[in-house]
């Protein structure tokens, strides 16, 4: 038998994450509700986000927040 009951915790919540409703991004486990934007807690896409340090923004507001502002 394998080990069927691996408990991975979110990184956002950090709850008990079930294959399920597993995302894996960074090397990092969310929760598919948790992969949200920190900033307007938007639903990210595995094509569109950033993080910093477990913090996940999509592009465009983590540009926003760590880069200096576009003119
Ligand atoms: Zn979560
Ligand atoms: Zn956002």
Redesign the pocket.
């Known amino acids: 038998m394998a080990f069927a009951g691996t408990k991975q915790k979110c990184t956002a919540c950090e709850k008990t994450v079930y294959l399920v409703d597993m995302l894996t991004a960074d090397n990092r486990v969310f929760h598919k509700s948790c992969f949200r934007?920190h900033?307007?807690k938007?639903t990210l896409k595995l094509s569109n986000y950033n993080s910093f340090e477990g913090v996940l923004?999509?592009m465009p507001?983590f540009d926003q927040l760590f880069k200096r502002r576009q003119p």
Do not use: A, D, I, S
């Open positions: 934007c900033h307007c938007g923004y999509r507001h």
